[in-house]
Nanobody, 123 residues
Framework: QVQLVESGGGLVQAGGSLRLSCAAS????????MGWFRQAPGKEREFVSA????????YYVNSVKGRFIISRDNAKNTVYLQMNSLKPEDTADYYC????????????????WGKGTLVTVSS
């Protein structure tokens, strides 16, 4: 069982930055691939980024490439999403996700979800 708790969301002006954190419980965090998804009001949840358990592979949706950076610290059981050059269209609830297989996360298959943290980008 893995429990995920996101933090770091908030209100920011367009062009600003935020860093989201996702703290995971359990001693097997390092064996899980991790991902971030988001859901904007009235829209379906979408994949944003993912990272392999060893951090040697990272993936991003095209709309955030070059602006967002995913990273992890297995010693701290935490995964991060550094979000730069934020745009109003980045406004959404951001969810942390875990699965042992990175390919499952890339296809939207997730074993564990966090409860989300809200990011609001004002224009």
């Amino acid at each position: 069982q893995v429990q995920l708790v996101e933090s770091g969301g908030g209100l920011v002006q367009a062009g600003g930055s935020l860093r989201l954190s996702c703290a995971a419980s359990g001693r097997t965090f390092s064996s899980y691939a991790m991902g971030w998804f988001r859901q904007a009001p009235g829209k379906e949840r979408e994949f944003v980024s993912a990272i392999s358990w060893s951090a040697d592979s990272t993936y991003y949706v095209n709309s955030v490439k070059g602006r967002f950076i995913i990273s992890r610290d297995n010693a701290k059981n935490t995964v991060y999403l550094q979000m730069n050059s934020l745009k109003p269209e980045d406004t959404a609830d951001y969810y942390c996700a875990a699965h042992r297989n990175l390919n499952y996360i890339l296809k939207g298959g997730v074993d564990y979800w966090g409860k989300g943290t809200l990011v609001t980008v004002s224009s």
